[in-house]
């Protein structure tokens, strides 16, 4: 793909227009037509959109009263009108292939992306469709702007369908004229179209219907279902309605009828969830829901799990989903965000799911749902570690699945992890289900120990790996077929992943990914995306943009598509205008999805490039750990600090710091942890020598007036152990070392 800048511009646009008249437009003797010729593939994605338009305008609303209906009449008889507003610098008449796939109206009159001068000004866009055959079909519209539509010289009547545009369409056998009248309402300038069959259709909006089929809240006094759409709407084919109980049993079946938008469900039991499907052409899209008043659900599950001993296997997991629960419950947007009530129905499903199978786990569990907020227990610190999940509608017993690991962007502030601003779209969440559901892949999106705009931190690295390993320990994961996606800051962290760890992915989707961060430590620089980059040759890598995205430009990422050609990465660069809209807001895109079907691993990746393995503080964090103080110090100074510590812990981890006495240290677990030793004055005879050892070789690493942390390799048991030094002379010390620990040594006066 030609990367295409600002100052070529214009240059390329005049190539590739007078390549695109040449190869296109001549047809039947007749110059200046723009053509489409429809060729019906089998997916809705892989089906192309119209690209090539003749573009007459931008008319005023006076000017476009004077000339408008000539120009519907036939546009090609206006080739030669110019501009009727000399006072109206943006006017362009002729043929126009867009640089980006979608036409936008910016594009065309050369407008910079922060203006908006077309405010209800006309555009007339037209081309001929051409079909070998007669056939009935469909048009599907994106567009921000109000756009009157003909085909053949007939007004084409949208469906009546909330939210989205599909025009039914009759082309006849050879040449049809589409023409589109374009008014510009907002800054938005963009134009497509896409020739859709039926199947198609149901596709594209059955999954666009994941998990918003009905509102999932029923009155337990009428039983009432209330569509959220006019489904029955989309075409003339019967549409039904399925209700299921948790154990996958059928309750209720019914038929949409046209104009009706309640049914009543009369066997429906208050407090209870089920699962609503729904089938249009043969294309299946399902849903939660519950019977009665969420409040009252809520605190049933609270009496239920109160019933349950803390250690059940279960008991954390119901934990932490209550715990989202109840935050959806309590949030102030409750009463005015729409998408409020289907952010809780997942929740109140998988809660009934787990209680319904307290003694199963999830992946075995009958009659689970596709989206799940999953917990585990982490190796390293022990504590409660979470990540969402999505599969695809169908799990087929024995049928090993491809895993697509989303990686978290970067967040302005902390949060806890169901907490996060990646959860506060409901319909960003649905779009990773129906992409999983899709294209037949189990996608997770893991915590991974990152919460804030951290690196990916030894920590977060080693607990990312976890999080995969708990996704196979449930479900058959192709091991071949694993793949990292990441939008933004999320890119970045997803390229450092695959450069430490070459051998565990197959591709890597990136959307306007970050290359370069300023990195201070001779370590952070060793391991930097720059300097593993050649250990991804062979492995897939594709960029996905915006040409004009200001969040993220392309300047931002150029230097990283320079270098994966030098290295011999696989590299494709995706560019579609308008996309800055969407991906800046979610963390899953269709793209990226397209690209990975059907890559496999290339084989066992060795590293090109070894980093650096001299240890820094952070590393401690990569493996099971623990931290020690010395409970017979009862110094009010030492005390505040052990307590400090332990709630810098759990303030950033939502998690408790797993700390113990000196007096539980013993051979054993100094063979199975690393330490983190909190103070350097300890009484067990094992610690002593730990410290001693380090006062024999580097004395001047331990200074009794000022704050300094240092790790070492215990020589017996090859494991790390960090030994932290302060006094009160020094009010110091070193708040998240698993973030900022990346010197081997750390001093207070060097903070």
């Not at 407090?271 to 939660?288: D, E, F, H, N």
């Not at 079907?597 to 990569?622: E, H, Q």
Request: with cysteine; glycine share 4%; aromatic share 12%.
């Amino acid at each position: 793909m030609i990367n295409v800048t600002r100052g070529n511009y214009f240059l390329l646009y005049g190539i590739v227009c007078a390549f695109a008249i040449e190869a296109c437009y001549n047809y039947n003797g007749t110059e200046n037509i723009a053509v489409h010729s429809v060729e019906m593939k089998k997916s809705p994605s892989e089906q192309k959109p119209i690209e090539d338009w003749y573009v007459c305008g931008a008319f005023s609303p006076r000017n476009d009263s004077i000339y408008g209906k000539s120009v519907v009449k036939d546009i090609y008889a206006c080739a030669e009108m110019s501009n009727p507003d000399t006072l109206n610098p943006y006017w362009y008449n002729g043929l126009y292939h867009p640089l980006y796939n979608l036409l936008d109206l910016r594009e065309v009159y050369n407008i910079r992306p922060e203006k908006s001068p077309l405010q209800d000004k006309v555009t007339y866009l037209a081309c001929d469709i051409h079909s070998e055959v007669d056939r009935n079909l469909y048009l599907g519209v994106e567009s921000s702007m109000d756009c009157p539509q003909w085909l053949n010289g007939k007004s084409l009547q949208r469906k009546d369908i909330q939210g989205l545009n599909f025009y039914p369409i009759h082309l006849g056998k050879g040449y049809n004229r589409y023409v589109v009248k374009a008014i510009a309402e907002t800054n938005d300038y963009s134009f497509e179209a896409t020739v859709l069959d039926s199947n198609q259709v149901a596709s594209l909006y059955t999954n666009g219907q994941s998990n918003n089929i009905v509102f999932p809240e029923i009155s337990a006094s009428n039983k009432t279902v209330t569509l959220t759409n006019g489904h029955q709407n989309l075409m003339k084919v019967p549409v039904k309605l399925q209700f299921h109980d948790v154990k996958k049993g059928k309750v209720y079946e019914t038929t949409l009828q046209k104009d009706s938008f309640s049914y009543k469900i009369p066997v429906l039991q208050e407090g209870k969830s089920y699962m609503c499907s729904m089938t249009i052409a043969g294309q299946s899209v399902r849903q939660p829901v519950v019977c009665g008043d969420f409040d009252d659900v809520y605190e049933k599950f609270v009496r239920l799990r109160d019933e349950l001993p803390n250690h059940h296997p279960r008991a954390n997991e119901i934990d932490q989903i209550l715990y989202r629960l109840n935050f959806l419950l309590h949030h102030e947007t409750r009463n005015s965000d729409w998408w409020w009530q289907f952010k809780i129905a997942p929740l109140t499903y998988q809660l009934e799911i787990i209680f319904a199978n307290l003694d199963g786990e999830h992946g075995k569990d009958k009659g689970e749902f596709n989206i799940q907020f999953i917990t585990y227990t982490s190796k390293l610190d022990g504590g409660i570690q979470r990540y969402l999940l999505a599969t695809p509608n169908e799990m087929k017993k024995g049928k090993k699945y491809p895993l697509v690991v989303i990686v978290r962007p970067h967040v302005d502030h902390h949060y806890h992890f169901f907490t996060s601003p990646q959860f506060t779209h409901q319909w960003a969440i649905n779009i990773i289900q129906s992409l999983a559901n899709s294209h037949g892949f189990v996608v997770m999106l893991p915590e991974a120990r990152m919460y804030h705009n951290e690196d990916l931190t030894p920590f977060a690295e080693a607990e990312m790996k976890l999080a995969i390993e708990d996704v196979k320990k449930h479900y058959k994961i192709d091991e071949e077929r694993m793949y990292l996606h990441g939008i933004c800051s999320g890119g970045y962290r997803a390229l450092r992943m695959a450069t430490e760890n070459p051998e565990m992915f197959a591709a890597l989707g990136l959307y306007t990914p970050i290359y370069h961060e300023k990195l201070l430590s001779s370590r952070a620089k060793a391991h930097s995306i720059e300097n593993l980059l050649p250990n991804l040759a062979g492995t897939p890598v594709m960029i996905h943009a915006d040409p004009f995205d200001r969040h993220t430009p392309y300047k931002v990422y150029a230097d990283l598509i320079t270098d994966c050609k030098k290295y011999g990465i696989p590299l494709t660069h995706s560019v579609k205008r308008n996309t800055e809209l969407l991906y800046n807001a979610v963390v899953a895109g269709s793209e990226a999805f397209d690209f990975f079907d059907g890559k496999v691993r290339n084989g066992v990746m060795k590293s090109a490039v070894m980093p650096d393995t001299s240890i820094v503080v952070a590393d401690l964090y990569s493996q099971p750990f623990v931290y020690v103080y010395n409970n017979h110090n009862h110094g009010a100074y030492y005390k505040n600090m052990v307590h400090t510590i332990q709630g810098d812990y759990k303030e950033y981890m939502n998690t408790d710091l797993p700390l113990i006495t000196e007096d539980e240290v013993d051979e054993k677990m100094l063979k199975s942890k690393n330490v983190f030793l909190i103070g350097h004055v300890f009484e067990n005879p094992l610690l002593v020598e730990l410290v001693d050892s380090v006062k024999r070789e580097e004395s001047d690493l331990i200074d009794e007036k000022r704050s300094s942390i240092s790790i070492h390799r215990n020589t017996l048991t090859q494991k790390l152990f960090v030994i932290s030094s302060f006094t009160s002379q020094d009010a110091s010390y070193f708040k998240y070392p698993w973030i900022d620990g990346m010197e081997r040594v750390l001093k207070s006066d060097s903070q």
